[in-house]
């Protein structure tokens, strides 16, 4: 186990693959400044899949076991089934995940299916069309996500269903989203909106809190909570009671979970970040591009997390009011994979 300054172990990566998104949504990519002028990476500066496959065995040979490919849209990177073949062959890791907006699944999922993937998150913040479209930035209905997730489904892959809640925005959809997701087979998991990067405008003021969340359902639909399935699970889980349907809050801003946080994030031109809030990673991808051994990257991956001692959340929380870095600039969503 490789462990950093708080005791906590290096167990996940959350691999960003591309920046680049087929949507605009209000709290991660706002159109006004994800516009025809915004300066994505270039081909050459995106880590190639071989370079993606060195760093995840430098990570699975200290111990960490479980990958989450995202972006921007992962399935805007060509090749992606082709990827995940590759990585679930390395020895050591146990689990592949996906987060996708769920667009592109009807296209890929078999593929994804067939390379080893077993789970996908998909992201849908409201049934309406008009409320999911105004969300989305760019007017995009319901019904390509909803067939994105039967594709999904269909294919053999486990679904899972992240709803971001934003107030003023979509708190109207969390009950018509918990009930129709209660008689489907995929689970719904609600999140805080949160003060990742700096273009969303986030205050504190615009949480729809977990208890906030929890208060609203279980007065229609009763819940029970359910212990967490292992240690670290960042998702608050609850049971319609009397049912063995559940749904999970990721409360990140009003609970935080620092002290069990065991995920690093590798952004699409590998940088090695150690918290989502931070704001500045490590350089991998120059590391990589002058001939460093297997062992030598695998001693600089352990270095950065033998020094983490992140927990952003946490200090946000201490302090109460608002993002704790003030004018410290973080890293974009989308650059540094959700
Ligand atoms: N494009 C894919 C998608 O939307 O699922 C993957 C990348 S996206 C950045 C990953 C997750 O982060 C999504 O579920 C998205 O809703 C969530 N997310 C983005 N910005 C957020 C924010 N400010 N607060 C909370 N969740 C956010
Ligand atoms: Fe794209 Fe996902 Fe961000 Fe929405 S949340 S803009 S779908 S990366
Ligand atoms: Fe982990 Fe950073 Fe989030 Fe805390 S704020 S849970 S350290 S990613």
Request: neutral net charge; contains cysteine.
């Amino acid at each position: 186990m490789t462990l950093d300054k708080l005791n906590r172990p290096l167990k996940d990566l959350r691999i960003s693959v591309t920046d680049r998104c087929n949507l605009r949504c209000v709290y991660c990519m706002p159109k006004e400044i994800f516009g025809p002028d915004y300066k994505f990476l270039g081909r050459d500066d995106l880590l190639s899949f071989d370079e993606i496959e060195q760093i995840c065995r430098s990570f699975a040979s200290l111990g960490g076991k479980k990958l989450r490919l995202t972006g921007g849209e992962p399935l805007l990177r060509g090749g992606l089934p082709r990827l995940i073949g590759r990585l679930s062959r390395v020895e050591g890791i146990e689990d592949i995940a996906l987060t996708t907006n769920g667009l592109l699944l009807p296209r890929f999922a078999s593929d994804l299916y067939a390379a080893g993937l077993k789970r996908v998150n998909v992201s849908l913040d409201s049934l309406d069309d008009a409320r999911f479209g105004a969300i989305n930035g760019l007017g995009v209905g319901v019904q390509g996500v909803l067939d994105g997730m039967k594709a999904a489904a269909d294919a053999g892959l486990q679904v899972k269903v992240n709803m971001v809640v934003k107030k003023s925005s979509n708190e109207q959809d969390i009950i018509p989203m918990a009930r129709y997701f209660k008689d489907t087979e995929y689970i719904l998991r609600f999140i805080e909106f949160m003060d990742v990067g700096n273009t969303n405008g986030w205050d504190l003021s615009q949480v729809i809190t977990r208890q906030q969340i929890v208060d609203m359902i279980d007065s229609v639909m009763p819940l029970t909570p359910i212990a967490p399935q292992y240690e670290g699970e960042v998702a608050a889980r609850y049971r319609y009671t009397g049912t063995d349907r559940e749904i999970g809050i990721i409360s990140s801003i009003t609970q935080s979970f620092c002290s069990s946080c065991s995920r690093a994030r590798l952004s699409a031109d590998g940088s090695f970040y150690t918290c989502l809030f931070a704001s500045r990673g490590f350089d991998l991808r120059t590391l990589l591009r002058t001939d460093i051994s297997g062992d030598e990257l695998t001693e600089k991956l352990r270095q950065v997390w033998n020094n983490r001692e992140d927990r952003y959340s946490d200090l946000r929380s201490l302090e109460g009011t608002g993002p704790s870095r003030g004018a410290v600039p973080k890293i974009e969503m989308s650059y540094i994979g959700g």
